[in-house]
């Protein structure tokens, strides 16, 4: 058990001070989520579709969905009823729903005439919104939004306590996509794994070139032992990985993470044990360096390309959601968007992960029969 | 077990069994192939506790071979290894605690430092020396805080070395241990190799060198294509073929070898890059019979010497060629 932690600690002491693997694993995908943001982050113009929904049809209302109008970056729809609003929400033809309760009108003439007196003040009424947390920034906007309406409303109303009030509600799994950070985010953590696995391949035959796997089989440590200290080295990174990425995303990017956290690491670990497994599959056929750097490469780059990472798989012609369809990080990528931002699924959560762990043991059992230490 | 040899000297010893009873490597008809090719054919030899014993033989004789076998890090095909009183092919675990191995030309992480690395190999072993200790003794103290990427070549083998030693082992194998040092860096390896030896270790050592294995051995085997040809200590191995010094000269054109072979004293003969050499028992006779006929062909021996048989007088005799770096 020393000798595993021991070698674990020279594993990562070797990694840290090689700034080159520093830098492929822990600053490209920094530099990727970055390039992202400024890409999808900033500066498009909102133009947000706001469902109206009003039940009250009082001219108190029309003055308020006037107010709506006038901040200029919502788009009123008008809608018939609050199930059709959220229907087209669900379809992706409207971003949020604000639903105008009926009696609305009523508080506000109750709170004009009762002004100044505070014995009598009037019951408040509450502004149902329905905004979908997997588009964080759109969500945030829009409630932003409407908040900023109702305050202003009552301070033209100087009520006290407050006549009008927003309840915000959220509406899972629309069909429309995630925003730009809400999907990339945990597409390139899912990049970063994959890479971070398959690249394990690169030193363990540089090792076996280098005879060192050979010189360390002389002494008596169990190879187990050597196995799981390159593991747990890789497992370390990934969970440091994990939190930079995450962490970027959600303080620089405002991506909401919506899911359980033990079940996000869990996949994150998963993933990372997959992908470390398929390394080992790679380095059990490459023979040189070389070889390695090319398979690696052969390996990476189109599940990089084809497994939804940098464009929606619903996005892609036939023949591509083909390919897609048996590439590992599909799933991992569906697996932390569909947790982390309540991505809409490509495959259900649990299939994802059988597939995933599928993958895990096909790759165990093929290094187990080919993986040669000299 | 004589094949390739030209020679018609005596036999060398069958079996290259030991005297005395301690024997700490024993190892018969061992085998290993690669394909059709054996790279050890049946192969049979015992050291000694406390010997420096060496395989000696070029490139691709089946040294390395044999020693990682003993090491217990490849697997034989055929044949019986006794490594330190146990069995090397079951007991391996075992005797990779009680043995010291320096492989070739090994660099282990770059990243790490001197004294990191000789602590983590500790960690491998159920007991192990003070890293300091080894440190100063492999003569290390300024390189300890350097990562060994930055180590020369001699550094790297000293480094190398400590590792081999970290378990405080009682047999010890150096796989080519002075191949790609310079001179000095290659006297400090053979003091060092005596030192050890001092303190009571076993040494097999792999080399193509002979000066090397003239020094620092106290027997050694010839080995080629998988066979060991003779087996000895160098006088042994010198002695039992060549009572005779060798008579050493540029090849004379029209000079035939039948007719050198006859010269006075002359008992064999052989061809080194366009040398001839002649072993002889009376060094005067020979040299007046090659100067006379050489003559008599209006030509004259460039480069003509005398000298007493060496390793490599009996490698060329076992095999018909020079073991050559």
């Known amino acids: ?374 | 077990m004589l094949q390739g040899s030209t020679s018609a000297g005596p036999s060398p010893t069958a079996s290259g069994h030991l005297a005395t009873g301690d024997a700490v490597i024993r190892v018969q008809h061992l085998t290993k192939h690669y394909g059709p090719l054996a790279a050890v054919d049946g192969i049979s030899f015992e050291v000694g506790r406390g010997e420096v014993f060496g395989l000696l033989g070029p490139n691709g004789a089946g040294k390395t071979t044999t020693v990682e076998m003993l090491e217990g890090i490849r697997e034989a095909d055929g044949g019986e290894l006794t490594v330190l009183g146990l069995d090397a092919r079951r007991d391996r675990q075992r005797i990779k605690a009680r043995i010291g191995v320096q492989l070739q030309t090994v660099s282990l992480y770059p990243h790490l430092t001197v004294r990191e690395l000789i602590e983590l190999f500790g960690t491998f072993f159920p007991r192990h020396l003070p890293v300091g200790d080894l440190i100063k003794a492999l003569d290390l103290e300024e390189k300890r805080e350097a990562q060994t990427r930055t180590l020369s070549g001699g550094q790297r083998q000293r480094l190398s070395v400590a590792l081999a030693l970290v378990n405080d082992p009682e047999l010890v194998f150096l796989d080519e241990p002075t191949t790609g040092l310079d001179p000095a860096a290659r006297r400090s390896l053979w003091d060092l190799v005596k030192g050890l030896q001092g303190e009571g270790k076993s040494i097999l050592l792999t080399t193509h060198y002979m000066d090397e294995a003239e020094i620092l051995c106290d027997r050694l085997a010839i080995m080629d294509h998988g066979h060991i040809l003779d087996l000895g200590t160098v006088d042994e191995l010198v002695g039992r073929r060549f009572h005779e010094r060798a008579v050493r000269f540029d090849r004379v054109d029209g000079l035939d070898d039948a007719q050198m072979a006859a010269f006075p004293g002359v008992s064999h003969m052989a061809h080194e890059d366009g040398l001839v050499l002649l072993y002889t028992a009376d060094v005067p006779a020979t040299i007046g019979a090659v100067l006379a006929a050489s003559e008599a062909l209006g030509a004259q021996p460039n480069d003509l010497t005398v000298r007493r048989a060496t390793l490599e007088d009996v490698f060329l005799d076992l095999t018909g060629r020079a073991l050559r770096d």
């Open chain 1, 1 to 374: 058990m020393n000798a595993l932690l021991r070698l674990t600690e020279a594993n990562i002491k070797s990694f840290v001070r090689d700034r080159a693997a520093l830098f492929w694993t822990i600053a490209f995908p920094v530099m990727f989520v970055v390039l992202f943001g400024t890409l999808f982050g900033g500066s498009n113009t909102p133009d947000y579709r706001l469902g109206w929904v009003d039940l009250d049809g009082t001219p108190a209302a029309q003055q308020l969905h006037d107010a709506f109008a006038s901040t200029k970056v919502l788009s009123l729809k008008p809608q018939t009823g609050e199930s059709a609003a959220l229907d087209s929400m669900h379809g992706g033809q409207l971003d949020a729903v604000v639903v105008v309760p009926k009696g609305y009108g009523g508080a506000v003439a109750a709170a004009r005439s009762a002004t100044g007196d505070q014995a009598a003040a009037p019951g408040s009424v509450a502004l149902v919104l329905y905004t979908d947390p997997s588009q964080s920034t759109t969500a945030g906007a829009v409630s932003q939004i409407v908040n900023g309406v109702a305050t202003g409303v009552n301070q033209a109303l100087a009520g006290r306590p407050p006549v009008l009030t927003v309840t915000g509600k959220a509406l899972q799994g629309s069909s429309g996509e995630l925003d730009g950070a809400s999907y990339f985010v945990p597409s390139i953590l899912a990049m970063a794994l994959m890479q971070l696995g398959v690249f394990a391949a690169i030193p363990l035959v540089q090792d076996r070139e280098k005879l060192i796997l050979k010189r360390l089989g002389a002494t008596p440590l169990p190879r187990w032992t050597l196995v799981g200290s390159n593991v747990l080295m890789r497992l370390l990174i990934a969970l440091a990985q994990t939190a930079l990425i995450l962490g970027i995303g959600i303080v620089a990017l405002g991506v909401e993470v919506t899911g359980s956290w033990p079940l996000i690491i869990g996949i994150v670990l998963l993933g990372a044990v997959t992908f470390i497994a398929l390394g080992y599959v790679i380095a059990s056929f490459a023979r040189t360096e070389e070889a390695a750097n090319g398979i690696t490469q052969v390996v990476q780059v189109p599940m990089m390309f084809l497994s939804g990472i940098f464009f929606p798989i619903a996005l892609m012609p036939s023949w591509m959601k083909g390919i897609a369809t048996i590439l590992p990080l599909t799933y991992l990528g569906d697996a932390l968007r569909q947790t982390m931002v309540g991505g809409s699924p490509f495959v259900p959560l649990a299939v994802g992960l059988a597939i995933l762990a599928g993958w895990l043991v096909v790759c165990l059992a093929i290094s187990a029969r080919f993986f040669r230490w000299q």
